[in-house]
């Protein structure tokens, strides 16, 4: 199958994964990220914005803030297809971008300088590598700076792909069992 195709099949399968399944897997991904060495160790962390279908980040994001943690969400210029991190320092500074993505609406900090990006997908391999959206911005970001990485994700959305050469893959994922 084509990445298009196991992009789409998958996205139809995260938006009917709702409810207090959703919410344990949510749970429990969020609890183990809390429990490792890498988040401890992380003092700078890039997460985004979750859309609703996707691993819930706001709590996430709380839980870090809670932490003393410097949290930091993508911010994307679309024009020069360029995507730098954001601090986030409140829930209430986020807003709807043109896109209807949320993004930080206060003038906080902008950096490239990251101890740990919790890279988001769709699709995961069993090597790391991931489809996104399409847009390319984390494969990018990922090629031209040192972080350590990590993706929290669904059981169901491992699958067999092969990557290609502008593929990066994440060092390590948190996978929450759905059944």
């Known amino acids: 199958m084509d990445k298009k195709t196991l992009r789409t099949n998958m996205i139809k399968q995260m938006k009917s994964f709702v409810g207090e399944a959703k919410h344990t ?9 809390y429990q490792s060495i890498t988040y401890q ?24 803030l809670n932490d003393g943690k410097e949290v930091f969400v993508p911010h994307t ?4 297809r360029v995507m730098t991190f954001k601090e986030i320092n409140d829930l209430s500074q986020i807003g709807k971008d043109d896109k209807g993505i949320n993004y930080i609406t206060a003038d906080t900090t902008i950096t490239n300088e990251l101890d740990l990006v919790i890279v ?23 090629s031209q700076h040192e972080q350590q990485t990590l993706s929290l994700i669904y059981d169901f959305q491992l699958n067999d792909f092969e990557p290609e050469s502008h593929d990066q893959p994440v060092e390590t994922y948190i996978v929450a069992t759905t059944k």
């Open 41 to 64: 160790s992380a003092q700078r962390i890039g997460i985004v914005l979750a859309m609703s279908h996707e691993v819930d980040t706001y709590q996430i994001i709380k839980h870090m």
């Open 25 to 33: 897997a949510d749970l429990h991904l969020a609890t183990q990220l």
């Open 120 to 142: 988001p997908g769709v699709v995961f391999n069993d090597q790391g590598y991931r489809i996104g959206y399409g847009g390319g911005y984390f494969d990018k970001f990922l």
């Open 77 to 80: 210029d679309y024009e020069n």
